[in-house]
Structures are given as structure tokens and as C-alpha cells.
């Protein structure tokens, strides 16, 4: 699913999900070898591939949702 990667005002990093019409805080982050596995504030965990996480926000990127 296509995800939007922002910060908000307080510099927190924020995902926004269109198809969902959900936007969350990021409140945990784990990186692995080949993703970073993000934990929003409402539980969802999403994993982005290493090669797609920007430098610079907002940024549309592929997530997956891990079950």
C-alpha cells in the first residue's frame, strides 16, 4: 500500500494512509537488514524496505503491513 512519510510540527515522524483516511504517529521504529518496521500509535505495524526510506519528508513510499 502506498504510504505518506511527513513530521509534524513537533518533528515527530507521522504516516498517513490515503486508502484508510488513517494518519498515525510513529511511536517505535526497528531496523533490520532490508526494512525499518514502523509502530504507529493505534498498533499497526508497517514495514518500508531500506531502499525506499527518504532523506528528505514528505515522501510516498511502499509499505506493507505486518500481521
Known sequence: MKVML????????????????????????IETETERIYTLANGWELAIAS???PATFPKTVEARRVV
Open 6 to 29: 511527513r513530521q509534524n510540527a513537533n518533528g515527530h515522524l507521522v504516516v498517513y494512509v490515503a486508502k484508510k483516511d488513517l494518519e498515525e504517529e510513529v511511536v517505535k521504529e
Open 51 to 53: 531502499a525506499e526510506i
